[in-house]
C-alpha cells in the first residue's frame, strides 16, 4: 500500500488530526535542538507557501495569501494574538 493510498483511507479529521500532531512534534523537536521559533516560523511560512502554489497554482495561492494578510492586517489590537503553548 503507497503512503497516498493511506492518505486516502482517511477522513477529513482524521487527516487534520494526524497532520496537526505530526507538526507539533516536529515543532517542539526543533524548538529543543536549539532552533529559534522565529526561525521556525519563516520556514514554515517559506514552505506553506512554495507548497500552496504547487498544488493551487500561482494565482489561486496569492489570492490565499492576499487574504491572510487582510484578515491579519484587520484583526483588533486587543483580539488575543498570542502564541500557542505547545513548546
Keep these: 500500500m503507497s503512503e497516498s493510498d493511506t492518505t486516502n483511507e482517511l477522513s477529513d479529521e482524521e487527516q487534520t488530526a494526524v497532520a496537526v500532531e505530526w507538526y507539533l512534534a516536529m515543532w517542539d523537536e526543533a524548538l529543543k535542538r536549539g532552533v ?11 514552505a506553506t507557501t512554495n507548497k500552496l502554489s504547487e498544488i493551487f497554482g500561482q494565482e489561486h495561492a ?8 487582510d484578515n491579519i492586517a484587520s484583526a ?3 483580539e488575543d494574538t498570542g502564541t500557542s503553548g505547545h513548546s
Design 36 to 46: 529559534a521559533p522565529e526561525t521556525m516560523v519563516l520556514v514554515a511560512l517559506s
Design 62 to 69: 496569492s489570492l490565499l495569501i492576499k487574504q491572510t494578510a
Design 76 to 78: 483588533s489590537p486587543d
